[in-house]
């Protein structure tokens, strides 16, 4: 069963062709970060041209990578939230074109879900060693830092969330204000790994607001810091502020694992490709850590895929939109998913 995964929800434009739900043929990925780069930030109206441009010369390369052609596919699967609302809508339209072209089963997913599944992404799949459910997954990325109850695939219960700035959002903005680039979260790294030492930081909301995040003190803890500090070394701010958002992370993400009985955790999302972050939950954690591959963390196609196999595959729910298949910007991990129906040509 190969389905084609389209995810166009910020500003990465990615088509992925990806095998039983597992092996990946092809993941082409067009980012436009250097253009918002200029911005400090992604700018919306920006995204949606670039994702118009970039998308048909992707589906042809996709193709081509995977040696398929299109009438070899099984279905066609595209995030339909939760995003921007017009860079979706291409990745929709798209979708919605191709499928009704093809005659193939369209499915509308959700994008967190896909930085779920991009664990389950392996050229190599040994599915015994797969620990079992329930599983805690940590979602942090750009835009979200979920924890989520997985109690089976599919199944979902949001646990807890950020209350303010999402843990990418932090690295990002933390990363303009030390003069790095964007996105922040490589540089912060990168700038952490050459330091000699680390600057202290609490890591916020530590002890309290459950399962909750917050991360827009930490970032005016560092504004402080940086402006009381008459020449600032940005090399131990990254350390110092780096380890402050790993440590609240794992801390929440173990506190849920013990909650709920888990026997696993799964990482997802652009800031699980943080190498602090991958380091300190595997030693931390009591059950096996699930970690995608770094380059499989942020936004990518071929996640998207590989969840929508596990839903075309079983029986797990699918609700028609067909052509009505709308783009949700606010879609929830726990809501109805996307959708699924055979076009009626
Ligand atoms: N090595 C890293 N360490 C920390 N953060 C990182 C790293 N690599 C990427 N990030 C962060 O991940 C974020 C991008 O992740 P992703 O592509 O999943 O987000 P998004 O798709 O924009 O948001 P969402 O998935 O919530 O819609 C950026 O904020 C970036 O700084
Ligand atoms: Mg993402």
Redesign the pocket.
């Known amino acids: 069963m190969r389905i084609l995964g389209i995810e166009s ?4 434009t990615a088509i992925g062709i990806v095998e039983d739900g597992r092996k990946l043929l092809s993941n082409v990925v067009s980012s436009q970060v250097e253009i918002h780069a200029r911005y400090g930030g ?1 700018v919306p109206e920006v995204a949606s041209r670039q994702h118009v441009l970039a998308i048909l010369p992707i589906y042809h390369q996709a193709l081509e990578l995977a040696r398929t052609r299109p009438q070899d596919l099984d279905a066609i699967a595209v995030t339909n939230g ?2 921007l609302a017009g860079s979706l809508l291409v990745g929709l339209n798209f979708a919605k074109g191709l499928a009704l072209s093809l005659g193939m089963p369209l499915l509308g997913m959700n ?2 879900e896909g ?1 779920i599944y991009a664990f389950w992404l392996e050229d190599a799949p040994d599915p015994s060693k797969e620990p079992g459910f329930p599983l805690i997954i940590l ?6 830092t979920e924890l989520v109850l997985m109690s089976n695939h599919g199944q979902y219960r949001l646990l807890g969330k950020t209350r303010d700035d ?7 903005k933390a ?1 303009r204000l030390l003069g790095l680039g ?8 990168r700038a952490a790994a050459g330091a000699k030492s680390s600057e202290p930081f609490t890591p916020p909301m530590l002890h309290e607001g459950g399962l909750d995040f917050s991360f827009s003190g930490l970032k005016t803890a560092l504004v402080r810091r940086v402006q009381d500090t008459p020449v600032p070394v940005v090399g131990p701010f990254a350390a110092g502020f ?1 380890r402050s ?1 790993v440590e609240v992370l794992v801390t929440k993400t173990l506190q849920a694992v013990g909650i709920h009985g888990a026997r696993g955790v799964i990482l ?10 991958r380091e300190q939950m595997q030693a931390r954690a009591p059950v096996p850590v699930l970690l995608p591959r ?1 380059g499989l ?3 990518n196609g071929a996640m998207v895929a590989a969840a929508a196999a596990f839903r075309y595959g079983s029986a797990l729910p699918r609700t028609g939109y067909g052509l009505d298949l709308d783009a949700i910007p606010s879609l929830k991990i726990d809501d109805v998913p996307g959708g699924y129906q055979t076009l009626r040509t």
Do not use: K, R, Y
């Open positions: 929800s910020c500003d990465e992604i939760p995003g994008h967190m930085h979602l942090a990325s750009g835009g979200h999402s843990a990418g959002e932090a690295f990002d990363a964007f996105p922040g979260g490589p540089e912060i790294q780096q958002v997802g999302g652009g800031v699980a490709a943080n190498s602090l972050l770094p963390c942020t936004d």
